[in-house]
């Protein structure tokens, strides 16, 4: 595979228009408004794979958005790399926060991407990361050293929770059975120290609405007689962490693992400048659970964050009214040993006890996943590192990320294989946020890379 | 004034039509989108208080929307009632709990007005109370029985708090020298029991902005490792309030008097029924500072309420993320002696206080207004009460409101006069709220009650 740099190298403006025209479309699963788009988009992908040399392509129907699916087989009696990726991305508000427009990328200079880096949502979580597979297949096939079996599963619905893909996945153990899933949908450490997340936070995401009186209320003619929703609301939120910041639900913290403290000054050494991560967020201090580091609090540590909030009148000027109902978007980020079907009912039992009289609660779980860890001592894990070194020349480092995908716990369950999260991505590519990018430096490393894996994965197979 | 009944009787269908035009016009003074409607609805007043007999009349310009001016001088000699109201309302939303567009008024019977009511934006606040004085007057002037000299102040920015009126009253104390002070802007206990409104409560109305994070981020990637704006509003909230929901902001009560248990017996004599409340809003129980009742809470108590409350995602479905800011509209209502710039200095000092390290706090004021009493012995309260008495047959009983009308104590303050309230609209008439209406019975006889007003405050001058 030692012509890969150079077949990159001479294609690099074809597989960066390529993704430019794949991040166009606003697939975002979460707003019903972008269905076409969503489908559109999936029929984008299931071209791209089409034109990359797999022999068999199919756009499979769910009781959701279609799952893209692909395959090349070389040898049956060789490995099988199951590649997972979803081409659906997150709502792009708030808009007016993007410097340009989230659907029309655009490729800037930044002070970590001095080659440049495509702005637009999904750039990187994860049209791009995922784009990047189909590029690596196209240079094995065009060179004839893909070295073993490979399928695609691209699903639509990873950033509402992936509901079909389970419904796929129980459904299709058959057709997606496989040796090792690849999944490039995390991140790395610096573009000089790369690293292999080795571990996902479980996810429990929950809507809560509070009612108080029956109709919106004059504030003068009722204010302080009766349950304000927003305040009631604002109260409940405030009591879900005590005054160390530890998540007040009963029975929460029941089945979390304490981390060793060899472990935790493993953790401790991944290069980490407290100074830099405050400035780059412009907050005086770091704020969180009392006892842990900022590293640990966002990684090995459960967590619970109210992710939207809204009631009463919210436009221009003032308006003299008590609402009668007030909402909440929250989360609750998960560790292994979560179960966060459980989670979801200790949620849902806390924040209906602590409703005083005179409101109404309704908890809404919106959907969840649990957590996951991949062990370091597999062949997976160990191609994968192979591979990072062999491309950048530095050995990467195993990390917990706090983030969820919540369908590898799923993986492991239905198709008992391990999941491998190569991720070529930075923390600061602001993936769910305005102005999302994705290094081209990342996107076209990632495309040389992938193909050492499948030659180090196949090798250690034998 | 004998034949006032069947002079509202001969022509009631007009003044409803008439009515019914003016609610057409959406005149909302909190959103500049209206803004040509705003004047629209000045234009249509103007017009209708030349058409009722002021013998001049003036669109007088302000900083804001203009303030339409009538005046009909029969002898100096005489007193002047200066009427005062607003043709501006509240913003409609949320729209969809509307049983009928706001803007199109529609008659309806209910349970509390069997002979219909108006259902529009503005139907009883104030458009509907302030057009009875002018029907009043074309009636007076029609049958040349008007008993003293009359101007009207009708504004276009009461629902946000006047700003310009100020401005106004400032500079024209002796075009508006009057004897008494006549506004239709509050309620009655009910059909058969008639009340004048002595008291008003003060308000101080602020925005608040919790900044987070210089960005939004993701909440797995930085869930539990950074100060959330919501969670920290939410808690910030939750803490103006102490577990009895009495108000924690320093010196807030400082100046608050404490009535005398006579007063409050005084007080409790007013017909109400707590069930009857609590059913009426849909509602388990009542809420708020401990040893008070529901009436004393929401009159002659501060409070502080969230109007509104709003951050992160709140479009459908979940996203996960950790915004940048969070926002919330809160108003404080104020009792006598109690300085509304003061308590807004108070409660930005204080909220600014608590924001912990981490999150930076922006406090806005919106506006405010103080308190007010009327003294039951003037000749203009001795006047209203006759009025009432006539017109109803029942001695109005004085009370309290814990609504505001920030400019009254202006009036007092610029044009040395007292101010009268004579409201016909009822609690139940939803002002503010969707659905608000304003019942025919109401609408005919304060027009056949405000003439009596005039007749009585005339020879209780001379």
């Given at each position: ?171 299709n153990q058959e057709k997606l059975k496989n040796d090792v ?181 309704k908890v809404t779980p919106h959907h969840g996943g649990q957590?996951?860890?991949?062990p370091i001592d597999s062949i997976g894990y160990q191609a ?79």
């Amino acid at each position: 595979m030692d012509n890969i740099k150079s077949y990159v190298g001479q294609h690099k403006d074809r597989f960066i228009n390529e993704l430019i025209e794949l991040l166009k479309s606003p697939s975002v699963s979460a707003d019903s408004a972008y269905s076409q788009d969503v489908i559109n988009t999936a029929d984008a992908v299931l071209a791209s794979l089409k034109a990359a040399g797999c022999d068999h392509v199919e756009l499979c129907e769910t009781p959701g958005y279609p799952i893209v699916y692909g395959e090349k087989t070389i040898d049956p009696a060789l490995p099988t790399v199951l590649v997972y990726g979803h081409y659906d991305v997150q709502p792009a508000d708030p808009i007016d926060l993007w410097t340009s427009p989230p659907f029309e990328p655009v490729i800037k200079k930044t002070e970590l991407h001095p080659d440049g880096a495509i702005f637009a949502r999904g750039a990187c979580d994860d049209k791009g990361q995922m784009y990047m597979h189909v590029k690596a297949l196209e240079y094995m096939v065009q060179n004839n050293n893909l070295p073993c079996n490979v399928k695609f599963m691209i699903e639509g619905e990873e950033e509402v929770g992936s509901p079909s893909l389970a419904w796929f996945v129980e459904r299709n153990q058959e057709k997606l059975k496989n040796d090792v899933i690849l999944i490039s949908d995390t991140g790395m450490i610096s573009n000089t120290q790369p690293s292999i997340t080795t571990g996902l936070r479980g996810l429990s995401y929950v809507e809560v609405e509070v009612t108080g009186p029956n109709r919106d209320l004059h504030s003068g003619l009722y204010g302080g007689a009766v349950a304000n929703p927003i305040n009631i609301l604002a109260k409940m939120i405030a009591q879900l962490h005590d005054e160390n910041n530890h998540i007040t639900i009963p029975g929460f913290y029941d089945k979390v693992e304490e981390l060793s403290s060899e472990e935790r000054d493993e953790m401790a050494k991944a290069p980490f400048s407290l100074d830099a991560y405050k400035k780059a967020l412009d907050i005086e201090d770091v704020y969180g659970e009392a006892t842990y580091t900022t590293n640990e609090r966002n990684s090995i540590r459960p967590t619970l964050d109210v992710n939207g909030i809204w009631g009463g009148y919210t436009g221009e000027g003032a308006k003299t009214v008590i609402a009668s109902k007030a909402y909440a978007k929250i989360s609750m980020r998960l560790v292994p040993a979560q179960d966060w079907n459980e989670i979801t009912e200790l949620f849902t039992k806390h924040f209906t006890a602590i409703a005083p009289k005179g409101v109404k609660v309704k908890v809404t779980p919106h959907h969840g996943g649990q957590a996951y860890v991949t062990p370091i001592d597999s062949i997976g894990y160990q191609a994968a590192a192979k591979a990072y070194e062999e491309s950048f020349g530095v050995k990467p480092i195993p990390v917990r990320s706090g983030g969820s995908i919540p369908i590898v716990a799923l993986f492991e369950k239905e198709l008992k294989s391990k999941t491998i999260m190569m991720g070529f991505g930075l923390d600061s590519d602001a993936i769910h946020s305005p102005n999302e990018h994705f290094g081209i430096f990342n996107y076209l490393r990632g495309i040389e890379t992938i193909p050492l894996f499948y030659k180090y994965f196949t090798e250690l197979s034998k």
